[in-house]
């Protein structure tokens, strides 16, 4: 089946750039999605097929796939940025949907 | 605007059948290029994708856990139902529907707030 790998955690101090990768076999071939999840609240899209983001989304939100690895880039951190994020493609070999095991973005 | 809601029982026994209901609202289950998935996610782990019901009544299901799913759908209620049976206490967790194009390399574009479902005896 295919994996998804995700850092648990990533650190950042207001104003910098936070980078979350998401590695996968070949992950470039695929369209990857990011949904940010704050706690007790449902996940929200923030950015699909590897670069695009949805309307009302900041542009401080970014992301590009390639080879084996797709990243999701938020610019200037703000706090409010605080949350779990998780990539997710589909697997066409299983015609399974895959997410990734998430990570905890801490604003510090 | 497109909204989805999550409803069904909080509490199951082992051993039982869950039935879980996502009403939707702003889009139509018959049209042509959206459906509708299932989505859980136990406390304190990540997302994991159980079920999608396409607009022809097509059906796709989890790997891992096909044989305990059913996913239908009512499109004069606007509604999808999914059922999971001989529940345990590992899966309890938040179950969520989202709404996804018919092409599944898309992404799930609005989510319902999710229902907490606890398997305990």
């Known amino acids: 089946s295919y994996v998804l790998t995700q850092p648990p955690s990533v650190s950042v101090a207001p104003g910098q750039t936070a980078r979350i990768t998401c590695g996968g076999n070949n992950i470039g071939s695929k369209s990857v999605h990011w949904y940010q999840q704050k706690p007790g609240q449902a996940p929200v899209l923030v950015v699909y097929?590897?670069?695009d983001r949805p309307s009302g989304i900041p542009e401080r939100f970014s992301g590009s796939n390639s080879g084996n690895t797709a990243t999701l880039t938020i610019s200037r951190v703000e706090a409010g940025d605080e949350a779990d994020y998780y990539c997710q493609v589909w697997d066409s070999s299983s015609d399974q949907v895959v997410f990734g095991g998430g990570t905890k973005l801490t604003v510090l | 605007q497109v909204t989805l809601k999550e409803s069904g029982p909080v509490l199951v026994k082992p051993t039982e059948t869950l039935t879980l209901t996502c009403t939707v609202s702003g889009f139509s289950l018959s049209n042509a290029r959206m459906g509708v998935s299932w989505i859980r996610q136990p406390p304190g782990k990540a997302l994991e994708w159980l079920a999608h019901?396409?607009?022809?009544?097509?059906?796709s299901y989890s790997t891992s856990l096909k044989s305990r799913l059913t996913i239908s759908k009512d499109t004069s209620k606007s509604q999808v139902v999914l059922t999971m049976t001989n529940m345990d206490p590992v899966d309890t967790a938040t179950y969520y529907c989202?709404?996804?194009?018919?092409?599944?390399?898309?992404?799930?574009?609005?989510w319902g707030q999710g229902t907490l479902v606890t398997v305990s005896s």
């Open positions: 097929d590897d670069s």
């Open positions: 989202a709404r996804r194009s018919n092409e599944p390399t898309k992404p799930f574009d609005y």
């Open positions: 019901i396409f607009s022809n009544d097509e059906k």
